[in-house]
C-alpha cells in the first residue's frame, strides 16, 4: 500500500494516474480523502480557477474548449472539470463533451474530469471543490469548471471561483429576466456566444440595461464579451478579458467584497475563506466551502 506522501508526490509531478485516482476517491467519499487533501493543501493556492455557467445547450464545453486551446499555446497547463448533473457519467452530453475534448487527450498540459453526481456524497458543490484543490496542486495554472447554470448546488460551484464567467446565447427572451436573480449577479464577464445568431445585440442591451439598475459593492461592471465558439472567434477574448480583470486590482476588489475588514489569506484551491458575518449570503453548504464574498451585493 503506498503512503498518503507518495500520492501526493505522484500527483505533484503530473501523474495522470495518480490525479485520476485522487478524484474518484474525492468522489466516493473515501476516508482517506480527507488526509490527501490536507496532504494537498500546502501545495494550493496557484490556479487561477474560472468559473464557467449557462444554460445547456448555450455552448460552454465549445467555449471552454477553445479557451483551454488558447491557454495552451501561452504554455500554460490547464485542467478542466465538467459539472453535469442531469448526465450519467458515461452518458449524453459528458460523452458528447469527451470526443469534443478529445482532441486535447494526446496533451499532457490539460487533465478534463467529469464529475459525477451519483450519491452525491457531501456535496457536488464541496467535491466539485475539491477536485479544484487536487489540479491545483497538481500544478495546473487555469482550472476552468464548467457547470449548467441551473441550480443552487451549480451558482455554489461558480462561487468558489476566481472569477466566473456566465454564457448566454441570442434567443433566449425573458430567459436573461429568469436567471438574473441567482447567475446575473455572479457574473464576473458575460459571454454571449453564439454571435452568429440574430439577437446577439439585444442580449447585450438586456445585460446593459440590467447593469444599468444595479451597481455592485464593488463597482465592479461585469463586461461583455460576444463570441462564436464553434468557429473560433473572439474565443481568446474571455481568456484575455479574465487576465485583464486579475491584473486591474483585485485588491480593491477584495475590498469592496469584504467590508468587514482586509480580504481573508487565500486558503484553498485560490480562493478566499468567506469572513464569518459579512454576508448577506446563503449559508454555504458546509463550513468548509469557500464563497467568493461577492454574493447578494448586486
Ligand atoms: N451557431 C453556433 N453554434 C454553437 C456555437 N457554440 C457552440 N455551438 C453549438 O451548440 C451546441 C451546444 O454546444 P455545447 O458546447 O455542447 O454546449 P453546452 O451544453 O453549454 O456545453 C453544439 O452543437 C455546438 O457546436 C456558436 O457560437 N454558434
Ligand atoms: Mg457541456
Redesign the pocket.
Known amino acids: 500500500m503506498q503512503t498518503v506522501q507518495h500520492w501526493v508526490d505522484r500527483i505533484r509531478a503530473g501523474e495522470v494516474r495518480a490525479l485520476a485516482r485522487a478524484i474518484s476517491t474525492i468522489e466516493d467519499g473515501r476516508p482517506e480523502a480527507r488526509e490527501l487533501l490536507k496532504a494537498l493543501f500546502p501545495f494550493s493556492g496557484k490556479a487561477r480557477v474560472i468559473g464557467m455557467t449557462?444554460?445547456?445547450?448555450?455552448?460552454?464545453?465549445?467555449?471552454v474548449d477553445q479557451m483551454a486551446r488558447d491557454y495552451r499555446r501561452q504554455e500554460r497547463t490547464v485542467g478542466i472539470i465538467a459539472v453535469d448533473p442531469t448526465s450519467p457519467y458515461t452518458g449524453g452530453?459528458i460523452l458528447?463533451?469527451r470526443i469534443?475534448m478529445q482532441s486535447h487527450h494526446a496533451d499532457p498540459g490539460i487533465y478534463i474530469r467529469s464529475m459525477a453526481t451519483r450519491g452525491n456524497l457531501g456535496g457536488l458543490a464541496r467535491t466539485t471543490t475539491d477536485a479544484a484543490t487536487v489540479l491545483d496542486a497538481a500544478g495546473k495554472d487555469i482550472v476552468l469548471i464548467?457547470t449548467?447554470g441551473v441550480g443552487q448546488d451549480e451558482i455554489d460551484i461558480v462561487r468558489l471561483a476566481d472569477v466566473t464567467v456566465v454564457?448566454l446565447v441570442p434567443g433566449m427572451g425573458d430567459d436573461v429576466q429568469t436567471i438574473k436573480a441567482g447567475i446575473m449577479e455572479i457574473a464576473d464577464i458575460f459571454v454571449i456566444?453564439?454571435?452568429?445568431?440574430e439577437g446577439a445585440d439585444r442580449v447585450e442591451r438586456e445585460i446593459r440595461s440590467m447593469q444599468s439598475l444595479a451597481v455592485r459593492a464593488d463597482k465592479w461592471t461585469p463586461t461583455i464579451v460576444k463570441?462564436?465558439?464553434?468557429?473560433g472567434?473572439g474565443v481568446a477574448e474571455p481568456s484575455a478579458e479574465e487576465e485583464d480583470q486579475q491584473l486591474a486590482g483585485t485588491p480593491d476588489r477584495d475590498a469592496a467584497r469584504f467590508p468587514a475588514g482586509p480580504a481573508p489569506e487565500r486558503t484553498h484551491a485560490g480562493r478566499r475563506d468567506q469572513p464569518a458575518g459579512s454576508g448577506h449570503c446563503r449559508a454555504p453548504p458546509r463550513p468548509v466551502f469557500i464563497g467568493r464574498g461577492n454574493c447578494g451585493q448586486l
Do not use: C, M, Y
Open positions: 449557462g444554460a445547456p445547450g448555450a455552448g460552454k464545453s465549445t467555449l452530453a458528447g463533451d469534443r464548467e449548467v454564457i456566444n453564439k454571435s452568429d445568431r463570441t462564436v465558439a464553434s468557429e472567434k
